[in-house]
T-cell receptor
Framework: AQSVTQLDSQVPVFEEAPVELRCNYS??????LFWYVQYPNQGLQLLLK??????LVESINGFEAEFNKSQTSFHLRKPSVHISDTAEYFC???????????FGTGTRLTVIP | EAGVAQSPRYKIIEKRQSVAFWCNPI?????LYWYQQILGQGPKLLIQ????????DSQLPKDRFSAERLKGVDSTLKIQPAKLEDSAVYLC??????????????FGPGTRLTVL
């Protein structure tokens, strides 16, 4: 069975400050790891993913996440946030060889001007 | 390329009524998913189709929920009768195929259901 834990339900941060959104997972099989972003009244968009290879993955808008197998974590970071980053962020896992996504409960990031 | 389309975007009904949601996946995508996203929770998979066949419906409350994808393209999710706890956003997603390699899922904007 798989489970995803996002301990922080809400994270307020000032504009241009760094941010880290935490994600821990539990799985009895190997998994792929994902971060999705959901802007108000929109569907989920894939932000970045870890399938294999380098444990540090980056998105086109400055976010990065690092897969830590020993700590079963996949925390999301950005060194300097913008107002436009305000959204809900979901961490998810997918067992390798399957196509089912298991989501965490989400973290609402609010960037304060 | 057009994305996943869903309608309606919003629906308000009273408990015990029935409701249906429609999804049109990205053209050429063989696999279609329906997720339920209750407020404050992450999306949860309800049912997964490969073409017009059901791959996984283990989380679908079959006493009241049903879904079909008759021609392997559009899909309809129905709730009959609705309960208060069915209030949620229903997300549709599609991916190119279902096999052992990774296939990205693309999500629609969702249908927000409120049951009064």
């Amino acid at each position: 069975a798989q489970s995803v834990t996002q301990l922080d339900s809400q994270v307020p941060v000032f504009e241009e400050a760094p941010v880290e959104l935490r994600c821990n997972y539990s799985s009895s099989v190997s998994v792929y790891l994902f971060w999705y972003v959901q802007y108000p009244n929109q569907g989920l968009q894939l932000l970045l993913k870890y399938l294999s290879g380098s444990t540090l993955v980056e998105s086109i808008n400055g976010f990065e996440a690092e897969f830590n197998k020993s700590q079963t974590s996949f925390h999301l970071r950005k060194p300097s946030v913008h107002i436009s980053d305000t959204a809900e962020y979901f961490c998810a896992v997918m067992p390798t060889g399957a196509n089912n996504l298991f989501f965490g409960t989400g973290t609402r990031l609010t960037v304060i001007p | 390329e057009a994305g996943v389309a869903q309608s309606p975007r919003y629906k308000i009904i009273e408990k015990r009524q029935s409701v249906a949601f429609w999804c049109n996946p990205i053209s050429g995508h063989a696999t279609l998913y329906w997720y339920q996203q209750i407020l404050g929770q992450g999306p949860k998979l309800l049912i997964q189709f490969q073409n017009n066949g059901v791959v996984d419906d283990s989380q679908l409350p079959k006493d009241r929920f049903s879904a079909e994808r008759l021609k392997g393209v559009d899909s309809t999710l129905k709730i009959q009768p609705a309960k208060l706890e069915d209030s949620a956003v229903y997300l549709c997603a599609s991916s190119m195929r279902l096999d052992s390699s990774y296939n990205e899922q693309f999500f629609g904007p969702g249908t927000r259901l409120t049951v009064l």
